[in-house]
């Protein structure tokens, strides 16, 4: 497993996201809205929304759960584009059993409206590998550092910079190198780095498809299927449409660890401006 470099900037401190202690031993999750969380389009990335709900589910499941956890299946759902500025997202478990922990997750914006729904599973590790298990000490944690973006940053498309890779089997391929900043504390990509390419793999198919040009994500779920290590990762579009919806299929894999299938994702568009 990659260790990465302390002075590496990994996902979570790029997007501005990180965890705030509330009253009591509470613990929420906080993501600064800025540019580098918007398309170009200025339709917040749900990918980014992601990330922080990732964080935030998983340090819940940890207060419950004896046994190191690791996120398995994430599901969000943002009707509209939040403004920029502070949203919050607050965890509850609905239930902690011997192998998973199922959460649900608010998300409201400065105002204290709700935004977003998200649900998550983390799951128990019972085996001996290391490649989800942290790399830094406890004294090191940087969840709680105050990391705001600044302005005038690239829209995600350009961050993630991803590349037409053809076709297979009908299936249009996309393909993204693994930048350091996508990883996590541990040196793998970060789940909220898997779900911005699911999305914006997304949306790149949808805007080839006639009157799908300006098709806003407003519904993301990813299976977690197993860590990536090495990439760069290639990821297959299967969309469906359906009228005033669109709906597509996107499974990725870790090209460097002989495609080895790493998520599965389904993405909700809806039409636009």
Do not use: K
């Not at 964080?55 to 690791?70: G, I, S």
């Not at 914006?109 to 830094?136: C, P, Y």
């Not at 970060?190 to 949808?206: M, P, Q, T």
């Amino acid at each position: 497993m990659t260790v990465p470099d302390e002075h590496i900037t990994h996902l979570r401190a790029y997007l501005g996201v990180r965890l705030e202690r509330t009253s009591g031993e509470g613990v929420r999750g906080a993501l600064f809205v800025t540019s580098r969380c918007r398309t170009r389009r200025g339709h917040v990335a749900l990918g980014a929304i992601a990330t922080v709900i990732d964080v935030t589910a998983l340090r819940r499941a940890d207060e419950v759960h004896p046994a190191p956890l690791v996120t398995s299946h994430l599901s969000l759902r943002v009707p509209g584009s939040p403004d920029d500025g502070l949203l919050h997202a607050d965890a509850a478990v609905m239930r902690a059993g011997r192998a998973r922990v199922i959460s649900l997750v608010r998300v409201t914006d400065q105002l204290g409206r709700m935004v977003g729904l998200g649900s998550v599973s983390s799951d128990a590790l019972t085996g001996e590998g290391t490649s989800h298990r942290r790399a830094r000490a406890p004294e090191d944690d940087d969840f709680y550092t105050r990391n705001t973006p600044e302005e005038g940053d690239i829209p995600i498309e350009d961050f993630l910079a991803l590349e037409p890779a053809g076709e297979m089997e009908g299936r249009q391929l996309v393909r993204m190198p693994f930048h350091e900043t996508l990883r996590n504390v541990n040196g793998v990509l970060h789940g909220g780095g898997a779900a911005l390419l699911v999305e914006e793999a997304a949306r790149r198919a949808s805007a080839m498809m006639d009157g799908w040009d300006a098709g806003v994500v407003d519904a993301i779920d990813v299976h977690f299927l197993a860590p990536g290590l090495t990439g760069p990762f290639l990821a297959s579009v299967e969309p469906l449409s359906g009228g005033s919806s669109l709906v597509v299929a996107v499974q990725v894999a870790d090209e460097g660890r002989g495609g080895r299938p790493i998520a599965l994702g389904i993405v909700g568009l809806r039409r636009g401006g």
